[in-house]
């Protein structure tokens, strides 16, 4: 298990150089930034894993950064699923097109649940919600697990949006 990173991952994953007019951009708005890196470690390492290992957690970010075809933020959560000790079920999940051979586990309700909110968030529905119920999710990993999907595609929103002002 690691640790939290120290560094903004924003910064790390788009190679923003201290000195750059980006990152004298993104420093203007220093608590946002400061609130974005702890949206990340609440989401991706918060104090207690529960039912969401920490490689687990890595693997579904990496799939909704896949989705989104954000490769930085997909690469680094690849590098997190290794750090984090990810066995080949987990390393799995990052592939979107991959689903349990069950169809019918926990892991296939979660992975169908991250894919819909991800694509099509307005398809959601309650009976979504139930369905990861169903599959043995209690209220505070659904709350967990709708904090990690929220914080992944908010986090690949702006790395998009960072990303075209720093290649234009």
């Known amino acids: 298990m690691t640790t939290a990173p120290t560094t903004d991952v924003i910064d790390h994953v788009l190679g923003l150089d201290p000195s750059s007019p980006l990152a004298a951009l993104r420093n203007e708005r220093a608590k946002l930034k400061q609130l974005t890196q702890a949206s990340y470690e609440a989401a991706l390492r918060p104090k207690e894993a529960r039912n969401f290992?920490?490689?687990e957690r890595a693997a579904l970010a990496a799939r909704m950064a896949g989705?989104?075809?954000?490769?930085?933020?997909?690469s680094h959560y690849r590098e997190l699923i290794a750090k984090e000790g990810g066995a080949d079920e987990i390393v799995s999940i990052v592939d979107p097109a991959w689903m349990p051979a069950d169809g019918e586990s926990r892991l296939a309700a979660i992975l169908r649940h991250v894919d819909l909110?991800?694509?099509?968030?307005?398809?959601?529905?309650r009976g979504n919600i139930e369905a990861l119920s169903a599959a043995g999710l209690d209220d505070r990993d659904i709350v967990a697990l709708a904090g990690l999907i929220a914080f992944v595609n908010y986090q690949v929103l702006v790395v998009a949006g960072l990303k075209m002002l720093r290649d234009n």
């Open 53 to 55: 290992s920490y490689a």
């Open 67 to 74: 989705l989104w075809k954000s490769t930085e933020l997909a």
């Open 117 to 125: 909110v991800t694509l099509t968030p307005k398809q959601a529905t």
